[in-house]
């Protein structure tokens, strides 16, 4: 069959078009347009009879489903969703640079005070920010879960600086960060948490998921950005975990951990370290001499994280440790190895508490390795009803990493 090509140029005001023309034999009954005034009108032939086209404006969007993948914006620091500039415009969102090869826009989306977020990311910041804000009063925001299978929502305090929580207490009073509406407990958070992370579980939660921050000071000046993304159930973090850290070696800190500050009290959260392959034990030891301050020391011994392992014969220390430490962390454990000269094995200790990492009856610094899998910590902070020095309540923080396995 024989068929003959042209190209036609038609120029507009906003580029060029090019129409390609076929010519067929009219046997085949295929539509001839007699001139381009037909076409215009909306008017042609089909096998010899008139025809008309309805010509009603229509909206042209040669990028029509949304790619919905995360896309850097071009300022370099924030994410984005890649739609096309119609959808990212009837979202409310702000295009920041292009994706998808240039068919569609990185589209942010930003919530203030009051807002309803219905985006897989959105950054929920102080009004004014980057400035900082001195009011007094209540700022929220309400998360609806965007499809069925979202199953955690995400939160990266990109920036994240309230009031202090009380000093001898740990108790949030001045200000306090309120997540609610999930499947498990609520979060309540204050002080300084920039760079920390905590997931969300909204698994079977079909009602809205409400962020709310109070501040009762005019004294105190804030700011807050928060990263919200919701996360489907194939990219969760293991059940039951508030932290998670995907990468074989890092730093894990409690909540609030910063100079002058003071571990918060009403926690209790599982940080988890994802398993490299290979990898079959992890070590963890302080980031300095003085990174692991959870209550003063508990008995006259200065035993900080106890003798013996709790359950084990021999353990009854450890036991009775376990239950005057209202503030704790639980790490699975099944060696120490202190890297000082003259440093040995020891014990495992389940429960650490106290002034130290490790029993101060060893030489510091040290290191607690361990095989028990999966990679855990539980921190357990109590509900802050004693007072006590804030400087023996600075929390902690560590540096972990994952040890090879030995054939």
């Given at each position: 069959?024989?068929?003959?090509?042209?190209?036609?140029?038609?120029?507009?005001?906003?580029?060029?078009?090019?129409?390609?023309?076929?010519?067929?034999?009219?046997?085949?009954?295929?539509?001839?347009?007699?001139?381009?005034?037909?076409?215009?009108?909306?008017?042609?032939?089909?096998?010899?009879?008139?025809?008309?086209?309805?010509?009603?404006?229509?909206?042209?969007?040669?990028?029509?489903?949304?790619?919905?993948?995360?896309?850097?914006?071009?300022?370099?620091?924030?994410?984005?969703?890649?739609?096309?500039?119609?959808?990212?415009?009837?979202?409310?969102?702000?295009?920041?640079?292009?994706?998808?090869?240039?068919?569609?826009?990185?589209?942010?989306?930003?919530?203030?005070?009051?807002?309803?977020?219905?985006?897989?990311?959105?950054?929920?910041?102080?009004?004014?920010?980057?400035?900082?804000?001195?009011?007094?009063?209540?700022?929220?925001?309400?998360?609806?879960?965007?499809?069925?299978?979202?199953?955690?929502?995400?939160?990266?305090?990109?920036?994240?600086?309230?009031?202090?929580?009380?000093?001898?207490?740990?108790?949030?009073?001045?200000?306090?960060?309120?997540?609610?509406?999930?499947?498990?407990?609520?979060?309540?958070?204050?002080?300084?948490?920039?760079?920390?992370?905590?997931?969300?579980?909204?698994?079977?939660?079909?009602?809205?998921?409400?962020?709310?921050?109070?501040?009762?000071?005019?004294?105190?000046?804030?700011?807050?950005?928060?990263?919200?993304?919701?996360?489907?159930?194939?990219?969760?973090?293991?059940?039951?975990?508030?932290?998670?850290?995907?990468?074989?070696?890092g730093i894990i800190q409690t909540m609030n951990y910063a100079i002058n500050g003071r571990?918060?009290?009403?926690?209790?959260?599982?940080?988890?370290?994802?398993?490299?392959?290979?990898?079959?034990?992890?070590?963890?030891?302080?980031?300095?001499?003085?990174?692991?301050?959870i209550g003063p020391p508990v008995s006259e011994n200065d035993i900080g994280s106890g003798?013996?392992?709790?359950?084990?014969?021999?353990?009854?220390?450890n036991l009775n440790l376990f239950k005057e430490c209202s503030d704790r962390v639980l790490?699975?454990?099944?060696?120490?190895?202190?890297?000082?000269?003259?440093?040995?094995?020891?014990?495992?200790?389940?429960?650490?508490?106290?002034?130290?990492?490790?029993?101060?009856?060893?030489?510091?610094?040290?290191?607690?390795?361990?095989?028990?899998?999966?990679?855990?910590?539980?921190?357990?902070?109590?509900?802050?009803?004693?007072?006590?020095?804030?400087?023996?309540?600075?929390?902690?923080?560590?540096?972990?990493?994952?040890?090879?396995?030995?054939?």
């Open positions: 069959m024989k068929r003959d090509l042209c190209w036609t140029r038609l120029t507009w005001s906003c580029g060029t078009i090019y129409l390609v023309h076929v010519f067929l034999p009219f046997t085949f009954g295929w539509p001839l347009l007699s001139t381009w005034n037909d076409l215009f009108s909306g008017q042609y032939f089909f096998n010899n009879k008139s025809t008309t086209v309805d010509h009603s404006p229509r909206v042209l969007n040669f990028f029509p489903v949304p790619v919905t993948e995360e896309c850097l914006a071009n300022d370099g620091r924030r994410r984005g969703i890649c739609l096309n500039t119609y959808e990212c415009r009837i979202q409310n969102g702000i295009s920041q640079g292009q994706c998808a090869l240039g068919f569609g826009v990185c589209c942010t989306f930003t919530a203030g005070c009051g807002s309803e977020i219905k985006n897989n990311i959105t950054y929920f910041t102080n009004p004014n920010f980057p400035g900082l804000i001195n009011d007094v009063g209540e700022c929220s925001v309400v998360i609806k879960k965007t499809a069925q299978d979202i199953s955690q929502i995400r939160l990266d305090f990109m920036h994240f600086n309230l009031a202090q929580p009380n000093r001898k207490t740990g108790v949030c009073e001045t200000d306090v960060f309120m997540m609610r509406g999930g499947t498990y407990q609520d979060i309540k958070l204050c002080g300084i948490n920039s760079g920390q992370h905590l997931y969300y579980d909204v698994e079977n939660v079909n009602g809205p998921i409400t962020i709310t921050i109070l501040l009762t000071s005019a004294n105190t000046p804030r700011m807050w950005e928060i990263k919200i993304s919701q996360i489907e159930f194939n990219r969760r973090a293991p059940a039951g975990c508030t932290q998670y850290f995907p990468e074989p070696s571990h918060l009290a009403d926690q209790d959260y599982i940080i988890c370290m994802r398993q490299a392959q290979g990898m079959c034990s992890i070590a963890y030891e302080p980031c300095d001499e003085n990174s692991f301050k003798d013996g392992e709790l359950g084990a014969p021999g353990g009854s220390q790490m699975p454990c099944d060696s120490e190895e202190f890297i000082t000269p003259g440093g040995g094995p020891a014990v495992c200790d389940l429960l650490h508490c106290g002034n130290s990492f490790c029993s101060s009856s060893e030489q510091k610094p040290c290191r607690i390795e361990s095989s028990t899998t999966p990679f855990h910590i539980r921190v357990q902070f109590g509900p802050g009803l004693r007072e006590e020095s804030p400087e023996d309540n600075l929390g902690m923080c560590l540096k972990y990493e994952q040890l090879p396995c030995i054939s």
